[in-house]
């Protein structure tokens, strides 16, 4: 494959990531209005992002199976067609269940493109690349729903919320008129039997752990909203685990735990991912609630720490392709570490620029993202990335929520039983909180010393 072909085929993947990234966050501009135009309440509208959320957990794991079984153009014109009905059905949309629908398949699209996109560029890359053009990719992931919500925000003031949609409808026709002219089938098929009763189990183990875990936030940990499906997940992911490991072809390789270089980057990915997505909740609670800043000034001192990340994440990528992954470990979980102990010791009355700058250089964690993804999947054989991908992808978005739910609850936990003011209660449950986040972020640094350091040494370790 000659480069300029590679690069249009790289080009068009994360112009279609980019598309389908903003419309994960894009819609919570556009709630409010979407409340009063169908005249529904807003606990009914906030399913339009945490039902997104959970059918794109549910649909992650299923890609593995998927980009095995159709043939790589076939499969990704279908996915970004599907992608599109769902934004013309919401742009067209006269009531909540319509428009929901429209969300769903947007969902399930996301899901399976996510991965999908990244193993194709893993296929069409040589390996001692990998981490640069990772790097690049996962940018477009990282910048999209940060722009998306001020994006979005101009587009229902000139054409009201059924404008969100519009700007991802055009990237995705433009996508899938590129790659058929330009997609080649990159990656091998088998004419393997879609197992049903696997895919449920795993609908229901991800999908109940994703739901459970999110409702801890709102609904508390002991309410049935909260348990129920917090057992139904853990149910099913056992049964799903029994029935893979009895099945001669399964519907996901469970065999890839078999390489510890695979499982330590999962383990340190899903820390740094609880950690840094933990902080993205927390900290305009620490500026609004415990600070007194608007939500305007709150975001404006966030976005440092996402520009950050937007910047070194290339960076970061090219790096791990010369230099291994060890020392970008070492480096992330301790200005991780770092920027966690600062925020402890932030009050009310402290100068903002003081957990502007510690959360910055905390946010630095986030350029190891798609880094330890490659050195994850390349931990692996070639057939079994796609595995790899996917187990990465539905493990991370597990972490995700998790992480959110235990921070936030530890957070008011504290403040809860604190003597003091509002303010004063919640930068008590934020020191707290902060000093957990260090800690886990210690144990990402003493983990990081169990890699390979060399460049390419992430084969079969």
């Excluded at 040589?126 to 477009?140: C, D, E, F, R, T």
């Excluded at 609670?285 to 990340?309: E, H, K």
């Excluded at 993202?369 to 493990?395: Q, W």
Aim: aromatic share 8%; net charge positive.
């Amino acid at each position: 494959m000659s480069d300029s072909k590679r690069s249009l085929i790289f080009i068009n993947i994360v112009v279609a990531c980019i598309a389908s990234s903003m419309m994960s966050t894009a819609l919570s501009t556009a709630l409010p209005s979407i409340i009063s135009d169908f005249n529904i309440s807003a606990s009914l509208a906030q399913w339009l992002s945490s039902g997104y959320m959970l059918c794109m957990a549910i649909m992650i794991p299923a890609t593995a199976f998927l980009v095995k079984r159709f043939s790589t153009r076939i499969l990704y014109v279908g996915v970004v067609g599907i992608y599109l009905v769902g934004l013309v059905i919401d742009i067209l949309a006269v009531n909540f269940g319509m428009l929901m629908f429209g969300r769903i398949l947007q969902a399930c699209a996301n899901g399976v493109l996510m991965s999908m996109g990244q193993i194709i560029l893993m296929s069409i890359y040589p390996m001692n690349k990998h981490g640069a053009i990772l790097g690049w990719y996962g940018l477009s992931l990282t910048v999209a729903p940060i722009i998306a919500p001020a994006i979005s925000g101009l587009m229902i003031d000139a054409l009201t919320w059924r404008g969100v949609f519009l700007i991802p409808l055009i990237f995705m026709a433009l996508s899938i008129i590129i790659a058929v002219i330009t997609l080649p089938n990159v990656l091998e098929t088998t004419k393997s039997k879609f197992d049903v009763i696997s895919f449920s189990f795993c609908a229901v183990g991800f999908g109940g752990l994703t739901l459970g875990v999110g409702n801890m936030i709102s609904m508390g940990m002991t309410s049935t909203i909260t348990l129920i499906p917090l057992i139904l997940g853990i149910l099913g992911t056992l049964a799903f685990v029994i029935r893979q490991r009895k099945l001669e072809n399964p519907f996901l390789n469970l065999h890839v735990f078999g390489s510890k270089g695979f499982v330590l980057a999962v383990l340190v990915g899903m820390l740094f991912y609880a950690v840094i997505l933990s902080m993205s909740v927390l900290m305009p609670i620490l500026f609004q609630t415990g600070m007194g800043y608007s939500a305007a000034m709150s975001g404006t001192f966030l976005l440092f720490g996402s520009l950050i990340v937007a910047v070194t994440s290339p960076m970061a990528g090219k790096w791990y392709d010369k230099h291994g992954i060890r020392s970008l470990i070492l480096f992330s979980a301790g200005m991780s570490a770092i920027g966690c102990i600062g925020l402890m010791f932030v009050g009310a009355s402290t100068a903002v620029i003081i957990p502007v700058v510690f959360y910055t250089v905390a946010a630095l964690a986030g350029c190891q993202m798609m880094p330890v993804t490659a050195y994850g999947i390349n931990s692996v054989s070639a057939e079994m990335r796609a595995d790899a991908t996917s187990l990465i992808n539905a493990l991370r978005t597990l972490a995700r929520a998790l992480g959110m739910a235990l921070s936030t609850g530890l957070m008011e936990l504290v403040a809860s039983g604190s003597d003091g003011s509002v303010m004063d209660s919640t930068m008590d449950g934020m020191s707290v909180t902060f000093m957990v986040l260090a800690v886990v972020s210690v144990v990402a640094f003493l983990m990081g010393f169990m890699f390979r350091s060399k460049p390419g040494s992430e084969t079969n370790h």
